[in-house]
């Protein structure tokens, strides 16, 4: 049966390539993989032999996307998902702390995080604003240090 509704029957022994010879571009499809399958059915292969007393169907398919796969990078060392999080925590912790934007003749502009109470310490026992300011960027540097220390040794780890 074609798409169209016509019927043809054929003389037994045949095989699929007898019926494809003269319908390029068609397929054959038995009627119960379409049955079950649908669009998905498979096709006969040309040199499959077609059974007596059963439905054939004479399908021209249509064009289906080719499936993009997708994109993976691999890294050449083999580091589990618990350490390349903790890593980039590590990393964007660092970053945090201090972000500074500067130019070369402008004032700096600094970006910090630091606990409410670890401020309000500072400034209790300071006794100037110039005094609050160094015991800040001190801190921040010891944070740091500590948090580079930390990725250099999981670094050292890994590799």
């Known amino acids: 049966m074609k798409i169209d509704g016509e019927i043809f029957k054929l003389k037994i022994p045949a095989v699929a390539l007898d019926v494809l010879k003269d319908y390029p571009g068609y397929v054959l499809l038995e009627h119960e993989?379409?049955?079950?399958f649908g669009?998905?059915?498979?096709?006969?292969e040309p040199g499959q032999e077609l059974k007596s007393n059963r439905i054939y169907f004479l399908v021209d398919l249509?064009?289906?996307?080719?499936e993009?796969?997708?994109r993976r990078t691999r890294s050449a060392v083999a580091?589990?998902?618990?350490?390349?999080l903790e890593f980039l925590k590590l990393k964007q912790r660092s970053a945090s702390h201090l972000s500074v934007?500067?130019?070369?003749?402008?004032?700096?502009?600094?970006?910090?995080?630091?606990?409410r109470s670890q401020i309000e310490k500072l400034m209790e026992?300071?006794?100037?604003?110039?005094?609050?300011?160094?015991?800040?960027l001190d801190l921040c540097y010891q944070n740091s240090d500590k948090e580079k220390a930390q990725l250099r040794t999981k670094l050292r780890v890994l590799s």
């Open 33 to 36: 993989a379409v049955k079950r």
């Open 39 to 44: 669009i998905r059915a498979q096709p006969l």
């Open 62 to 66: 249509p064009k289906l996307p080719e």
């Open 68 to 70: 993009k796969v997708p």
């Open 79 to 84: 580091v589990s998902a618990k350490d390349r």
């Open 101 to 115: 934007t500067s130019s070369s003749t402008g004032p700096v502009r600094v970006k910090m995080r630091l606990p």
């Open 125 to 136: 026992e300071s006794r100037d604003e110039v005094e609050i300011t160094e015991k800040i």
